[in-house]
């Protein structure tokens, strides 16, 4: 079955650093469009970043534009989304999409 694990969350001072991953397994990875999300408390889900399948376009939400980088690497069958610059608007479960499928999220709290 299709499964998209999300990890590399965490606790991180504004300013900082943090590389989500996306594992994924149960289709053809290197065929679909794959998309980062986020949702904060009592706020509607937000959408991130989106990356092709060869991962040769991406295109990035105006909030994280020049902080955030989503790439992929489809021989690991992997997606990334590296942040920097983290605020603390910042702060949310990032969940990765694709092919009509959601992974569980991993949280990311931006605090000093």
């Known amino acids: 079955q299709v499964q998209l694990v999300e990890s590399g969350g965490g606790l991180v001072q504004p300013g900082g650093s943090l590389r989500l991953s996306c594992a994924a397994s149960?289709?053809?990875?290197?065929?679909?469009?794959m998309r980062w999300y986020r949702q904060a408390p009592g706020k509607e889900r937000e959408w991130v970043a989106t990356i092709s399948p060869t991962g040769g376009y991406t295109n990035h939400a105006d909030s994280v534009k020049g902080r955030f980088t989503i790439s992929r690497d489809n021989a690991k069958r992997t997606l990334y989304l590296q942040m920097d610059s983290l605020k603390p608007e910042d702060t949310a479960v990032y969940l990765c999409?694709?092919?009509?499928?959601w992974g569980q999220g991993t949280q990311v709290t931006v605090s000093s």
């Open positions: 999409n694709s092919a009509g499928y």
């Open positions: 149960g289709f053809t990875f290197s065929s679909y469009d």
